[in-house]
């Protein structure tokens, strides 16, 4: 075949209105063309300009965050929040570019050395995480920022302190289209739609059509370059992959069969029958490949709640020739993928990131498998669920039902059967769960020999009697009270009486109470008196009022109260004009406990 010869020229002269000219330059050794206004494109570079381009011209970029900020605390220093940055160096191998990912953490309290002299700084952030400060990018030469990332702008026109920042400038590439191409490696393999799916039939795998993205497929098509076009697979081929334990990646031959095993540390291992494993599934535009899963769990809601989670040591030939589709969960009794309680996956978006869809059917979740898979542990009930049951199945009653155990777990601390609750702790209220109680005083009510009310009948209800208090004199009852153990120790008590007349007049009656109170081993003291005002306008009514509380502070259970409970109606107040009839008298209090730790002593 006769060889192709092309002459170097000189730059020619300007062309005509509408024309251009193209030659061969003798200097450079490149194509040139000039257009009718004499300006020259240049179409081939040297080597040398090739390496400056390429110095000049990756994808490295800001992805996310790396906002800078003046320090709230000292304004000549900057902050800078946490972000993602990629680098994509390709000038030691144009043809297979190193990429870089970094998760930057954030910084505070970052130094620029321009402040005094200069007005502003650049900020940037290279592949290690280091923060650099330069002059501005005008021109600034942007090869030399090939591992680093522009991230702000620090603004100090009073050579103190940082007045603002600009923020997210990130890295403008010279040279989009090598951008372009850079980031098309970076990111790899992309599924275009929501196709190449699978579904289980029997122990084959089933693979919707759909479309890829991978720069260097379908290159003839230049319409739609790069996308290249699967058609379903049904069944798709599988070929499985593991690690045989010394790094090296094993790719089985081809079938059509799912295989129930998983990566025992190199080792293929057979599942059991209730032994469950995910595997991770990729489609390479011609087959399956499966990588097993390196851990078995011992259901499959456990199993699900690892998706996404756990780790595997990935194959690195996987997402360079295939594209992520899903995970596969199977035990080793699975024996029909199409069936949800033998079988889930789920698909995984266009990224290879974790979409679930659809759900796990109802009799396979565990407890601890809705646990672990909680947001936050705990269940939920609506009034359409009902409520949660957890019923003795033995007849007669068997073991507990619940049991809470240290966090040892060598200790029951409260056990729940079907006909008992038992505890080796105490119970003990607090918050909401603190409730009242009365510490009725009535039965043991004593009248003195001195103005006691008559013990009289509620004429107009029949043969019932009740300690009736007169006009116009003070009449007393007297009665002493323990604080039980139940009794949240230090907190007020509130007294209340209840009473009733036999008629309907209206009129004021005055109430009052004398008492002390004293600890075990304790002094009492001179008695407090306090009195309240009661209304009356309906005859036998069930009146109830209530006494100022009387403060617990500094008192003990088994604490004595000595109590005077009277009828002030020789108070001017006290205008009912005939006798009020006693119902009850009681101490309110709050408890907190079904007892005390010792006979005598309790522990709040």
Sequence with gaps: ????????????????????????????????????????H???LSDATTIEILNSSESTHLLSGCQTEVNGSNAALFDISAGKLIFSDAHINPSNP?????????????VTSRLADHDDSLVTINKLGVVNVYPLMNGTDFSKFRDEVAVGILFHTDHVQISYTTDGIGYIPVNLGSSVVD??????IINLDHGNTYLGSGMSLNKSEGYLFQLGFNKPNYSNPNVFYNPAQTPSPLSYIYCDGADTYIREPLGYTVQKK???????????ANEWTIQYLYFTGLFTAIQYGQHKYNSMADAMAAINVETLSECPELPIYASFRGWMVISGSTTDLSNPLQCYIAQADKFGTHVITGGLATNSTTLQGAYNNSIEPEIKITPARGAVTIQDADTPTGGNLIEVKNSGGSQTILKVAADRIEATEKFRLSGDGICYEDLKVSAGLRPAALLPPDFAQLTGLGNVYLWAFDLTKVESLYATVQLPHAWKQGTNIVPHIHWTAADGNAGNIVWGIEYTWANMDGTFSTTTVQEITAANSTAYYHHVDTFPAISG??????SILMIRLFRNGASASDTYGTDAYL?????????????SETLTTKTN
């Design 583 to 595: 119902l009850d008298f009681d101490l309110h209090y709050q408890i907190d406990s079904l007892g």
């Design 98 to 110: 190193t990429v870089y990912l970094l998760n930057y953490t954030g910084s505070t309290g970052n």
């Design 262 to 272: 998983w990566d025992n540390a190199g080792t293929l291992t057979n599942l059991g």
């Design 183 to 188: 980031l098309a490696v970076s990111v790899g």
């Design 42 to 44: 240049d179409y081939g």
């Design 553 to 558: 502070s500094g008192k003990t259970v088994s």
């Design 1 to 40: 075949m006769t060889k192709i010869r092309v002459k170097e020229q000189t730059e020619p002269a300007t062309p005509a209105s509408g024309c251009s000219v193209m030659w061969i330059d003798s200097s450079s050794k490149t194509l040139k063309s000039k257009d009718s206004n004499g300006t020259i």
